[in-house]
């Protein structure tokens, strides 16, 4: 069974940069499409980024795209999202998620395991 492990969530204000990292442990993720969702109060889980098995290919959510960047080290078993010129809404919780396949998607229900997420907040 993976754990993942989400770290590197804080608040910070508009336009500062954080990075996340998701740690996993149990089993080696080579071989898992890796993402990430975020989940803002009163509101429904939603899609961030999405990186398959080796790292060659990654999908955003459009209003991410330009300021995050998902990426995997595949030796270290961890997967980052580095996120740059953050916006208030931006604020969630971050979850890191796996996929029993080589690549994944955006709709959450495809996943397979997950994180317990962190904080992520972004003042005006």
């Known amino acids: 069974q993976v754990q993942l492990v989400e770290t590197g969530g804080g608040l910070v204000q508009a336009g500062a940069s954080l990075r996340l990292t998701c740690a996993a442990s149990?089993?080696?993720?080579?071989?898992?499409?890796m993402g990430w969702f975020r989940q803002a109060p009163g509101k429904d889980r939603e899609f961030v980024a999405v990186?398959?098995?080796?790292?060659?290919?990654?999908y955003y959510l459009d209003s991410v795209k330009g300021r995050f960047t998902i990426s995997r080290d595949n030796a270290k078993n961890t997967v980052y999202l580095q996120m740059n010129s953050l916006k208030p809404e931006d604020t969630a919780v971050y979850y890191c998620a796996g996929r029993s396949k080589l690549y994944g998607g955006t709709y959450y229900g495809d996943y397979d395991f997950w994180g317990q997420g962190i904080q992520v907040t972004v003042s005006s």
């Open positions: 990186i398959n098995w080796s790292g060659s290919s990654t």
């Open positions: 149990g089993r080696t993720l080579s071989s898992y499409a």
